[in-house]
């Protein structure tokens, strides 16, 4: 088996790119950005999950009791820059999933210049993110987190 | 990337192994067993679903309307025997699917033993079926199934 095109596949099923955001009244702009890579599986496939973890050689894996899954996750932005983004980049998704994983992928690259706590590298930010995962359900709708933004004084 | 290897991980995410029964007053034993073997995607990654026909050399994509998805399957007994279970036996799902896909690949040996019309042979695929994606519903119980096998004449 080769694992970089394995765990691509396994991620074109069942892997997760999101961006989220929430208050946070110690950031410069109020708003803290939170990039995840997740890959989610029944509480019976944890030895895979924890395949992931070694393979990847970062992030963790976590017991959600909720829907008894267990989930690997990367939310480090330098593991996510040093070995999610490498992994993606050169074993590329072949699903929709890649139009999250290229927003995603310019986000954690504005992060890495420090463009989040800058008002208009923040507002990009929150454009590519609404762009993402459309299904999903949002805390804030991206008229919330921009309002949000900018009542803040840098 | 390599494709078995993409396509195994694919599967671990999103691809099912199934075998259901019908009554056929046709068939020997009145009942009708049939293998499938699917990859489902939404309909924005209907490339994708055809890349596994040309990949596998066999099977078809159609469209349900119902969920908007796209789906891959195989039906055909001879086509799972020479091209989908030597895939599955060379590059091994990782996940409990695992399990349904040794199960599934048991019946369909069985099938070209022609022991589906066999009542020992039936029940036995009754039973390997009965312990076969836990999560979904059947139309008919495995005892319902027996009961129809055993009513009929051979």
Redesign the interface.
């Known amino acids: ?15 997760c790119f999101s961006v989220s955001f929430s208050k946070r009244k110690k950031m410069v702009l109020g708003v803290e950005v939170r990039p995840s890579f997740s890959v989610s ?2 509480k ?2 944890r030895e ?1 999950i924890l ?1 992931l973890q070694k393979f990847f050689g970062c992030g963790g894996g976590r017991f959600s009791r909720a829907d008894q899954n267990y989930k690997y996750e990367v939310r480090s932005l330098s593991d996510i820059l040093a070995k999610i983004i490498p992994h993606f980049d050169t ?2 998704l ?3 999933k890649v139009n999250d994983y290229q927003a995603f992928r310019r986000i954690c690259l504005l992060m890495k210049q420090n463009r989040h706590v800058q008002p208009a590298g923040l507002r990009q930010i929150i454009h590519l993110a609404s762009s993402m995962n459309a299904a999903g359900k949002r805390k804030y709708s991206p008229q919330d987190l921009l309002r949000m933004a900018n009542k803040m004084k840098v």
Request: proline share 4%; net charge negative; charged share 20%.
């Open positions: 088996m080769e694992m970089h095109s394995y765990v691509t596949g396994l991620t074109d099923g069942e892997g599986q029944h019976r496939n895979l395949s074993w590329p072949k699903t929709s």
